[in-house]
């Protein structure tokens, strides 16, 4: 087996030179070795990480250079190609079983040689995982095995490798399946002998055999079947997918069957066998030769059946008898049934050659002369002449939609004109709300278009249209996965809100310039719409190959979206009854080319396979358009139709509406030239018009004028109508509109003065009133009547009478219609009637949000807006505002569970009780009982909370507890883990109790101010245990002592956090923000200043200053470089149990923890960190985990010492180290920290440096 391979080169940029320089570069040598090695180290092992996580790929130069530079447009793609090749000798039966979406190819070739290319290509996502996804096409494997005159064919996808001797390379394999769903795309190409026979089973994929002679056996489920000049006996299933092809067969029973589509078939030669054909869902087109000769049973669901060759039907057997019979065809399909003559082009004519490729698979559209007049209006004659599409078709290709849908389609130099009529239930109002360009139409009833102009390029225009004529156009540079911006309203909530990949891409500021009008009937509604065609055909190089094929020729499909409801009544009883009884919506997805896509029926953007000439493209369903400029007659119908010329038009049955009028409407005048089909096409037409319940029409045969030449037999129309009632409005007016201006009411809904059908005024009436609710007025209605000549519609757009809270027990009513500022209407009086908000539920969301804000800021009662709506009640509107308040007393507690050397178990519980009594306290405390030492540990205070908007908080507590003597501590997890299993004894502790007070200003949640003074005794503890689990026998060591006394100082802290995932721990009842697992960027920092004794008193004089500084910092993708900075200084020998130290798991790793020790101490953590994290639904958590290297430095040193004396004796003192290490952690999504495990590999870089030894660290959390 080969694969694609690609080399790296690496050129010089810049090349110079410099004069010899003179330098002490040997004296410097031994500083360079200390400086520079732990960073070479440390670069050393950034670079090995990344050859696991990061491996990277270039381009081949010869290659490069033959390529153009890719633009914006294009779509940059992986791939990755595998070929083998196997002997020919012996082998009688090609197989494969395929359980991957795989397109196969097998083409017969001269030779003795079977040779199998696979090419795998998907999208690129223009990350870092690029990479790994290449690795990932590269290792999709091609297998092959020969026994017994079979070759079996294999196609592989990676799987995840635990062994040791070979490392997983693909650590997020059940991710990255996920990933490539639907973008990975297989072809399997087979270049064989042709004398071979074929057994496929396949899951998904096109199958296409090319001059294959022998016994060819098909299954797949999901694809297309091409036959290309295939000989033999064919059994072939195909569960959703066409069947088509050339074929050519020999004595045996043969079977082809589809399940979801169509079959087209051409025989080639006279031979003919026994055959079974059936497409359940679709049509069957067999071409035979015309001497052909069988027995046809025919089945078709839909009766429709042609047969343009030589037959009779035996009446004894029903049997249709084609040239005096022969083997018997069973043909059943739920559509048509064709059995036609092949053509001379037919016969030994394969695919590839210069045929037409879209030969009966194209939908003419006639050139017109005069353009119509684009109003909404298809009462005009020249669309009598357009192009018809054949009905729509549910998404799924499973029968039609209970709402009709027709398009008409017709053409000239400047544009494409599309006329569509989408029939509406009288029960139903089509949903309509939005009335601006460009705005999300597909949430309302529309209609949408989809025109590729060009069939060499994959970039097509989408055009959304709704009753009201609003407009949204778009280019659409990359087709893809469904997008939920362009969803309907309701499938968008009820939608997985998880993000989603998706390589959908549109230009929705592109302006295509149509012009677009619609009417609204009541029965259906209309769409004409003129799309100047110089927007949509741009100049590009065409393949001279097949320019004639693409030339005059467009991909089109058409959509419908079905929105309605109920329509409304004035009986709000009756209203109520339906929306309980029945849905008041409807939605229904309707195709001119079906989707097949049950799942998302509203996009029609999914990816389709094409076959033969546009195989290689990647775009939505549709079909062809192929602009002719004869017109679309069928010689069989018009060929001989006769044209009439009218002298006169006559109506009658007319009561309300004069005839002059009606013949203003009509498209036909005296004179016209027409014919009879065109006069049918009238009588329809007419019938859908409002005015008339029932039109009949007739013409009366005419004698010409003396001297009139007799070109055209001369006829009269006769038009007899049944007028529907009709009312004449002299004008239309509209009042009670606050909103919408009355110009924009009139132009969507078309009211203008004139006569008007009284079901269709009512049927205005309720889209206006269906609209407002559709906007968000709930409470709007809308009524009409007619006085004096004047059509009148009355809007009210709805007002709240009363506004009710719920839950407020401390805010008052008063204080809560101040925050919500929403007008009302007395409804008693009638009084601030026009003064009175109208109310809609974006006005409603904005102004309780407006109160939710201003409560929060103002109220220290106020904790949350449960929940509000609006009801009617009464004969009353009315706005219910559910209000959450701040509970009395809200009580916390948690557990107390460690064990050291001095207390051994210590367990206890603490706790706390937040209160509103007084403002907003909070008291806390806790006890613990050390079981071996029998001491007992108490902690009690409170803290008092002032103002809301500028936060200061008072407390005070006092105490008896057990401390380290130690600033920077191990997490509790840690210390205890270490001492319960191994022994441990890395802190030291001792005793210490007072009290202690202080002020904290919190600007922010995430950073305080906090002054606090001290005043505390503090006394040794001894040891009093040796147990632990694993070294039960082992003497741990004594505590240390410490220099007892008091200690009385004032401290100054301030910190700020500004992470993208953050941490809290609370110690002693203080909020200290702590390290992350999840962190990725960000800052963390904490600054101090503490003076001891002094003007206070107490036993210790001292100054202390610390601060530590975090930055976390993302690279690429999931890579990030962390560092932390921190830095403690004493202007005086500090006590014991306060003295600083270095080395362990908290500064430098590596050395043992806390082996140097100072007053003094500087620190510098350098972290590479690879992070990946996957979401996971119902419960909400996210699981994680990393791989870093890092680089520890620090320096430490007594008060009297002299650091920086020189930079030899400051390197000197600098304690370095590197190591790797891996975690693995948990976040629950709520209030808990991430949960995470890990263990790091650290070595000192000292002289005592060797990686045969390292130190292993085991931790709970990360170190920053």
């Known amino acids: 087996m080969s694969s694609n391979s690609v080399d790296i080169v690496f050129k010089p940029i810049l090349q110079c030179h410099v004069p010899q320089i003179k330098t002490n570069f040997p004296e410097m ?20 990480l990344n050859l696991f996580v990061l491996p990277a790929d270039a381009v081949d130069p010869e290659k490069a250079s033959d390529e153009s530079i890719p633009t914006q447009e294009q779509i940059q793609i992986l791939a990755a190609t595998s070929a083998e090749d196997f002997s020919f000798e012996d082998t009688y039966q090609i197989e494969l079983n395929l359980d991957t979406p795989v397109d196969i190819e097998m083409i017969a070739a001269e030779g003795e040689t079977i040779s199998v290319t696979l090419e795998k290509q998907t999208q690129a996502t223009k990350t870092a995982r690029d990479a790994l996804i290449r690795s990932y096409l590269e290792n999709i494997s091609l297998t092959g095995t020969q026994d017994s005159g079979t070759l079996q064919l294999k196609v592989g996808l990676p799987e995840a490798d635990t062994t040791d001797e070979k490392p997983d390379p693909f650590p997020s394999i059940r991710d990255l399946h996920t990933t490539l769903q639907g973008q990975l795309q297989l072809k399997c190409t087979i270049k064989t002998p042709p004398d071979v026979s074929v057994k496929i089973q396949a899951k998904t994929g096109d199958i296409h055999l090319k001059r294959i002679r022998g016994k060819i056996e098909i299954t797949t489920e999901t694809g297309n ?26 004595h045996g029973q043969n079977k082809l069957e589809t399940q979801d589509g169509s079959i087209g078939l051409t025989i080639l030669d006279p031979v003919a066998a026994p055959m079974d054909v059936t497409a359940q869902g679709g049509d069957i087109q067999l071409k035979l030769p015309e001497i052909y000769a069988i027995d046809a049973q025919l089945e078709s669901e839909k009766q429709q059946i042609v047969i343009n060759l030589p037959a009779q039907i035996d009446n004894d057997t029903s049997l249709t008898i084609i040239n005096d019979g022969g083997p018997l065809f069973r043909l059943k399909a739920t559509k048509a049934i064709s059995l036609l003559p092949s053509s001379p082009n037919d016969k030994n004519t394969s695919a590839d050659t210069g045929s037409d490729p879209f030969e009966d698979a194209t939908q003419p559209v006639p050139e017109i002369a005069d353009p119509p007049v684009v109003d909404g209006n298809l009462l005009e004659i020249v669309w009598q002449k357009a192009a018809v599409l054949s009905p729509f078709q549910n998404a799924d290709g499973d029968g039609e939609p209970q709402n009709p849908t027709e398009t008409l389609l017709m053409w000239d130099a400047k544009n494409l004109y599309i006329g569509v009529k989408a029939y509406v239930a009288k029960s139903q109002l089509p949903h309509i709300s939005q009335t601006q360009h460009d705005s999300p139409i597909w949430e309302d009833e529309c209609i949408e278009i989809l025109i590729d102009p060009n069939l060499q390029t994959d970039i097509y225009y989408h055009f959304v249209i709704n009753p009201i004529g609003a407009f949204f156009d778009q280019k659409v540079n990359v087709p893809g996965e469904p997008n939920f911006r362009f969803a309907p309203h309701d499938v968008q909530l009820a939608s997985d809100r998880r993000p989603m990949q998706t390589a959908f891409s549109a230009d929705s500021k592109w302006n295509s310039n149509a012009k677009v009008a619609t009417q609204i009937n009541t029965a259906f509604w209309s769409v004409e719409i003129a799309i100047p065609r110089e927007m949509l ?20 499909n058409i959509h419908r979206k079905t929105y309605s409801s109920i329509g409304n009544t004035e009986d709000l009883l009756l209203k109520s009854l339906k929306d309980i009884l029945a849905p008041t919506t409807q939605r229904e997805y309707s195709y001119w080319l ?33 602009f002719v400029k004869a017109p679309l007659t069928s010689p069989e119908t018009f060929a001989s139709e006769e044209k009439l010329r009218i002298t006169a038009i006559e109506i009658e049955g007319n009561t309300s509406i004069p005839t002059a009028i009606i013949q203003q409407h009509l498209p036909i005048q005296p004179e016209d030239i027409i014919t009879g089909s065109q006069l049918s096409w009238l009588i329809a037409e007419l019938r859908d018009h409002d005015w008339f319940q029932d039109v009949r029409l007739e013409t009366r045969q005419g004698h010409p004028a003396p001297g009139d030449p007799e070109v055209f037999p001369v006829v009269s129309v006769h038009i007899r109508v049944t007028e529907a009632p009709v009312v004449f409005a002299q004008l239309v007016r509209i ?156 009580p916390g507690g948690f557990p107390i569970l460690q064990f050291n050397r001095v207390h051994g178990l210590m367990l206890g519980a603490g706790g706390t009780l937040a209160t509103r009594l007084t403002g907003k306290e909070q008291v806390f405390g806790s006890i613990s009982y050390g079981f071996s030492s029998k001491i007992w540990n108490y902690h009690a205070g409170l803290e008092k909370g002032f103002f809301k908007r500028q936060p200061l908080k008072l407390g005070a507590s006092f105490y008896k507890l057990t401390d380290v003597s130690s600033n920077i501590y191990l997490h509790h997890g840690d210390a205890t883990l270490s001492a319960v299993y191994y022994g441990a004894a890395f802190q030291d502790y001792y005793e210490r109790w007072g009290s202690q007070g202080w002020v904290i200003y919190a600007p922010t949640e995430w950073s305080f101010l906090r002054l606090e003074f001290t005043g505390e005794k503090h006394n040794n503890l001894s040891k009093s245990t040796d147990w632990s689990y694993l070294n039960r026998n082992r003497i741990k060591r004594g505590n240390s002592r410490i220099d007892r006394g008091q200690l009385i100082n004032l401290a100054l802290v301030f910190a700020f956090d500004t992470r993208d995932h953050r941490s809290a721990v609370t110690r002693d009842f203080h909020t200290l923000f702590f390290a992350n697992e999840r962190t990725r960027r960000g800052w963390r920092a904490q600054f101090a200043a503490e003076m001891t004794g002094q003007r206070f008193g107490g036993d210790y004089d001292f100054n202390f200053y610390r601060f530590e500084i975090a930055r976390y910092t993302p690279l690429f993708g999931s890579h990030n470089l962390n560092v932390r900075v921190a830095g403690d200084f004493s202007d005086t020998p500090l006590p014991r149990q306060r003295l600083l130290h270095l080395g362990g798991g908290a500064t430098v790793r590596g050395y043992d923890f806390n082996r140097f020790a100072g007053d003094n101490r500087l620190l510098l953590n350098l972290e590479y960190r690879f992070i990946q994290e996957t979401i996971r639904r119902a419960p909400d958590f996210t699981l994680g985990w990393s791989l870093s290297c890092f680089f520890d430095a620090g320096s430490i040193w007594w008060h009297n010492d002299a650091p920086f004396a020189n930079f030899e004796t400051f390197t000197e003192r600098i304690k370095t180290a590197i190591g790797v290490g891996c975690s693995v952690f948990i976040d629950p999504f709520g209030s808990m920290a991430p949960w995470s495990a890990g263990i790091e590999v650290a070595e000192p870089l000292d002289s005592s440096f060797s990686l045969k030894n390292p130190g292993i660290i085991l931790r709970l959390d990360r170190i920053f």
């Not at 055909?537 to 089109?556: D, G, I, T, V, Y």
Request: net charge positive.
């Open 29 to 48: 040598l031994p500083m360079y070795r200390i400086i520079l090695s732990p960073l070479y180290l440390f670069c050393s092992l950034i670079f090995v």
């Open 225 to 250: 079947v091409l036959l290309d000049e295939t000989l033999g006996n064919y059994n072939v299933t195909v569960k959703k997918g066409r069947i088509d092809g050339k074929i050519l067969l020999t």
């Open 537 to 556: 055909e741009k100049s590009s190089k065409s393949n001279a190959q097949n320019k004639s094929a693409f030339e005059n020729r467009w991909l089109f």
């Open 594 to 626: 079906p989707i097949y896509d049950n799942k998302h029926p509203w996009w029609p953007h999914a990816p389709h396979q094409y076959m033969g000439i546009l195989s290689e493209r990647y775009a939505p369903a549709m079909g062809v358009l192929e």
């Open 735 to 890: 009042d009670g509109n606050r909103s919408f201006p009355t110009h924009f009411i009139k132009e969507w809904f078309q009211l203008k003065a004139g006569y008007l059908a009284v079901e269709a005024a009512r049927r205005k009436q309720q889209l206006i009133a269906d609209f407002y609710s559709n906007r968000g007025y709930e409470f709007a209605t809308a009524t009409q009547r007619f006085v004096n000549g004047a059509l009148e519609f009355t809007i009210n757009e709805g007002k709240l009478h009363e506004i009710r809270f719920i839950g407020n027990a401390r805010i008052s009513r008063t204080e809560l219609l101040s925050a919500l500022d929403l007008k009302t209407e007395d409804s008693s009086s009638g009084r601030n009637s026009e003064t009175a908000d109208i109310y809609h539920h974006t006005l409603g969301q904005s102004k309780v949000n407006r109160m939710d804000k201003e409560l929060r800021e103002n109220s220290e009662h106020f904790k949350s807006i449960k929940n509000w709506r609006v009801q009617r009640e009464g004969g009353k509107n009315i706005m219910i505002v559910e209000i959450e308040e701040q509970p009395l007393a809200k």
